[in-house]
């Protein structure tokens, strides 16, 4: 149970377009989905979270209007790249708690490569 | 000071040898305490949580918290190849905020 479905696995893009990856509960209902960042050799960077129905809360440094959150649903979580830049490649992964625990489950990550 | 700080190693040990993995956190109203095994490319999984003082098993892995000392571990007995991977601790502060270590790498030698 508890599993986050995350699409797509990977992705390359051109600089300068947008790149739009999914994240859904499957057997579960997300109000709430964290959005990380995942830089090679190097820990997992929360960017923000996405409240159904709300705003999403960005973290420190991350630029809100380049990465776009919409969490229309309590099923259905989205993170847009816009105006992608090489700098922006990356490995992003999104994450809900499991319901009825303390825990985590996380997506299976998207590898965003940004020619 | 960070939330959770782990030893980033690389940590190697043979085949058959117990590996020790440790953690240590900031906040002493920390509850609750995770241990994540990241393989290369990969998004992590949730291998143990741990929410009171002593150890905790499930098969090979051993999870042991210190509240007193802040300090939270994974043992992983019999090690083998295939548990060569990121380790990463991760906490829920008392404030509810979960933090996440840098991680430990763990190559086991066959």
């Known amino acids: 149970g508890a599993v986050v479905s995350q699409h797509p696995s990977w992705v390359i893009c051109k600089s300068g377009t947008s790149v739009k990856i999914e994240c859904r509960s499957l057997d579960f209902q997300a109000t709430t989905m964290f959005w990380y960042r995942q830089f090679p050799k190097q820990s997992l960077m929360l960017m923000a979270t996405s409240n159904e129905g709300s705003k999403a809360t960005y973290e420190q440094g991350v630029e809100k209007d380049k990465f776009l959150i919409n969490h229309a649903s309590l099923t259905l979580s989205t993170l847009t790249v816009t105006s992608a830049h090489p700098e922006d490649s990356s490995f992003y992964i999104c994450s809900a708690r499991i319901p009825g625990t303390y825990g985590y489950t996380f997506g299976s990550g998207t590898r965003l490569t940004v020619v | 000071q960070k939330e959770v700080e782990q030893n980033s190693g690389p940590l190697s040990v043979p085949e058959g040898a117990i590996a020790s993995l440790n953690c240590t956190y900031s906040?002493?109203?920390?509850?609750?305490f995770f241990w994540y095994r990241q393989y290369s490319g990969k998004s992590p999984e949730l291998i143990m949580s741990?929410?009171?003082?002593g150890d905790k098993e499930d098969g090979r892995f051993t999870a042991q918290l210190n509240k007193a000392s802040q300090y939270v571990s994974l043992l992983i007995r019999d090690s083998q190849p295939s548990d060569s991977a990121t380790y990463l601790c991760a906490v829920n502060d008392a404030g509810n905020q979960f933090y996440f270590g840098t991680g430990t790498s763990l190559t086991v030698i066959p």
């Open positions: 741990i929410y009171s003082n």
């Open positions: 906040d002493r109203g920390s509850q609750s």
